[in-house]
T-cell receptor
């Protein structure tokens, strides 16, 4: 069974600074997908970024980028120029390749952006 | 787009009664829909996976007779909590996936309070 570990329960950073959230996972599969979801105080889950395991290039979405280290099974999220609206719970999630339809979530990191 | 709605957003019911929560994909047809439960300050716990026209697949430990799931069409899934008890009070979230894509799109959630 796959597991996803987020070792930072809480983090805080000053507005405009850069912050990196850590995520490691364990799997025996070679083809899979990794995600970062954001859950702000409204509790609406929002997809931040997606990474396919077969792609070597790290995914980027505006101020959000990932550092995907397949051999180390590490998938960290970097938020640049952090904004107050980035305050949220961030969940790392794993989905296996074809035929595996479940998302496995980490325990989350609560990120607070300080004005 | 990929918008998922849930109704109601908040419901209070008396112990022993049943309550139905609707999940709709508004701008796409969802091959699969998922139901999660989230306790305060915790991650999402998958309850069941449903595909249109077939029986839902429940996760271990989830009572299928208590949490009835119906996936009547490619845009609608419902979760009925039968004979609700105070311990069923929680935040319920649905999600849907598009054909051929690995990510899930989440609804805004439903807060259920059983008195």
């Amino acid at each position: 069974a796959q597991t996803v570990t987020q070792s930072q329960p809480e983090m805080s950073v000053q507005e405009a600074e850069t912050v990196t959230l850590s995520c490691t996972y364990d799997t025996s599969e070679s083809n899979y997908y990794l995600f970062w979801y954001k859950q702000p105080p409204s509790r609406q889950m929002i997809l931040v970024i997606r990474q396919e395991a077969y792609k070597q290039q790290n995914a980027t979405e505006n101020r959000f980028s990932v550092n995907f280290q397949k051999a180390a099974k590490s998938f960290s999220l970097k938020i640049s120029d952090s904004q107050l609206g980035d305050t949220a719970m961030y969940f790392c999630a794993f989905r296996g390749g074809f035929g595996n339809e479940k998302l496995t979530f980490g325990t989350g990191t609560r990120l607070t952006i300080i004005p | 787009g990929a918008v998922v709605s849930q109704h109601p957003s908040w419901v209070i019911c008396k112990s022993g009664t049943s309550v139905k929560i609707e999940c709709r994909s508004l701008d796409f047809q969802a091959t699969t829909m998922f139901w999660y439960r989230q306790f305060p300050k915790q991650s999402l716990m998958l309850m069941a996976t449903s595909n249109e026209g077939s029986k839902a697949t429940y996760e271990q430990g989830v009572e299928k007779d208590k949490f009835l799931i119906n996936h009547a069409s490619l845009t609608l899934s419902t979760l009925t909590v039968t004979s609700a008890h105070p311990e069923d009070s929680s935040f319920y979230i649905c999600s849907a996936s598009k054909p051929g894509l690995p990510e899930e799109y989440f609804g805004p959630g439903t807060r259920l309070t059983v008195t």
